[in-house]
């Protein structure tokens, strides 16, 4: 699998655990889906920073975080924008 590419603002985070809740049962059945397809479900994440973007200061790669993806979290590899 090729490695996403970030942005200057992302971080690319290594996901170890997702969680199942309503809204992803929902967009799973086909009751709400938010973005355009391809769509990849997921509100949060658990895991680690495996790249940081060229002008992001808090974070650092090994950093164990939870996170929010913009992109969704049921993947190997999930970025979170604009930190």
């Keep these: 699998m090729a490695c996403p590419e970030i942005s200057k ?3 690319l985070i ?3 655990a ?3 809740n309503f809204a992803d049962i ?4 086909g009751k709400k889906v938010a973005g355009a397809l391809p769509f990849i479900p997921g ?3 658990t895991g680690t920073i495996v790249k940081v973007g060229s002008d992001v200061q808090n ?3 090994g950093d164990r975080v939870i996170a929010f993806p913009k992109n969704g979290s ?3 590899l ?3 924008m604009k930190l």
């Design 59 to 61: 974070f650092k790669s």
């Design 9 to 11: 603002g992302q971080v």
């Design 43 to 45: 509100l949060d994440a």
């Design 74 to 76: 049921y993947a190997e």
């Design 78 to 80: 999930s970025w979170r």
């Design 26 to 29: 929902k967009s799973q059945n």
């Design 14 to 16: 290594q996901v170890a």
């Design 18 to 20: 997702t969680s199942v």
